[in-house]
């Protein structure tokens, strides 16, 4: 599966951005789609992921209550609302993608900036 992440841009604190992934070549319905991000400097980390199917979503605790992950699995795409965000928050995200059976992601988008600036 190829994935292809787009959205990202500057945006003011408190500022709002949706990101997107869109996956080709297979349906994303049988994988678990998940959200990363690696700031300048720092270790790539998990920002939230959504199961399979229309299963759970879960968020690390940086983001919880401001970041929510949809996906449409018929339009092969997942979303990732990021709302209130905080200079913390600027790095580059990825979407992340693994067969629901796996425990490790395997296919990964090019990432997309998102800068968070007064």
């Known amino acids: 599966v190829q994935l292809q992440a787009s959205g990202g841009g500057l945006v003011q604190p408190g500022g709002s951005l949706r990101l997107s992934c869109v996956a080709s070549g297979r349906t994303v319905s049988n994988y678990d789609m998940g959200w990363f991000r690696q700031a300048p400097g720092k270790e790539r980390e998990f920002v939230g992921a959504t199961r399979w199917s229309g299963g759970s979503t879960y968020y690390a605790a940086s983001v919880k209550g401001r970041f929510t992950i949809s996906r449409d699995d018929a339009g092969n795409t997942v979303y990732l609302q990021m709302n209130s965000l905080k200079p913390e928050d600027t790095a580059v995200y990825y979407c992340?993608?693994?067969?629901?059976?796996?425990?490790?992601?395997?296919?990964w988008g090019q990432g997309t900036l998102v800068t968070v600036s007064s």
């Open positions: 992340a993608a693994r067969w629901f059976t796996s425990n490790e992601y395997g296919y």
